[in-house]
């Protein structure tokens, strides 16, 4: 199976930047596809971005896609999302999540397998 552990939220001011974290561990951790979600109060739950198992591929929400960045270290077993320019309306949970299918940079909360806790990201105005 595939633990995820997402690290790196906090409170910044508007116009920050914040990488956060994913580490990842379980025997097939490099063979999958990884994506990060997230999710504000009474809202549900939405994509941001995701990877396909190499890096080589990626796919970002349209409204997002100027400002963040996924990236990932195989040989860390590690997923990172590089967030520029943060706005207020960015606070939320964000979580990664596992897709055991390596080639796909998926959209849909369904296609992943195993999600982590979550890491809080507040921006205040």
């Known amino acids: 199976q595939v633990q995820l552990v997402e690290s790196g939220g906090g409170l910044v001011q508007a116009g920050d930047s914040l990488t956060l974290s994913c580490a990842a561990s379980?025997?097939?951790?490099?063979?999958?596809?990884m994506g990060w979600f997230r999710q504000a109060p009474g809202k549900e739950r939405e994509f941001v971005a995701a990877i396909n198992f190499s890096g080589e591929k990626t796919n970002y929400a349209d409204s997002l896609k100027e400002r963040f960045t996924i990236s990932r270290d195989n040989a860390k077993n590690t997923v990172y999302l590089q967030m520029i320019r943060l706005k207020p309306e960015d606070t939320a949970l964000y979580y990664c999540a596992a897709d055991l299918n390596p080639f796909r940079t998926g959209r849909s909360e369904r296609q992943y397998d195993y999600w982590g806790q979550g890491t809080q990201v507040t921006v205040s105005s």
């Open positions: 379980g025997r097939t951790v490099s063979r999958c596809a």
